[in-house]
């Protein structure tokens, strides 16, 4: 089997595309906003999947991914607004 190269050593060989993916700069509030958008369409699915055992757990797990990304995200974009 393959062994994957790690992570260390890819940075090591190819500092500039690390500091290129560190210096990207995004626009947090537009992220925020995505993200609350997802978690009313999985909402919206939860509502039409009652009957849907599989859809309905799914869309549990949707959810909780998305609140880790609120946790992250929207709370940061708060911030960013706040200060």
């Known amino acids: 089997m393959k ?10 060989q190819n500092p ?5 993916s560190m210096n990207q700069e995004f626009d947090i509030k537009k ?7 997802m978690k009313q369409n999985a909402l919206e699915l939860k509502g ?3 009957f849907f ?3 309905d757990r799914n869309i ?5 991914s998305l609140k880790m990304l609120e946790i992250n995200i929207t709370d940061a974009a708060d911030l960013d607004t706040l200060g």
């Open 48 to 50: 039409m999947g009652a």
């Open 31 to 37: 992220l925020s906003e995505k993200i609350l958008l």
């Open 3 to 12: 062994s994957r190269p790690d992570a260390s050593r890819i940075c090591a």
């Open 53 to 55: 055992p599989a859809l």
């Open 60 to 64: 549990a797990r949707i959810l909780a």
């Open 16 to 20: 500039e595309q690390e500091v290129k």
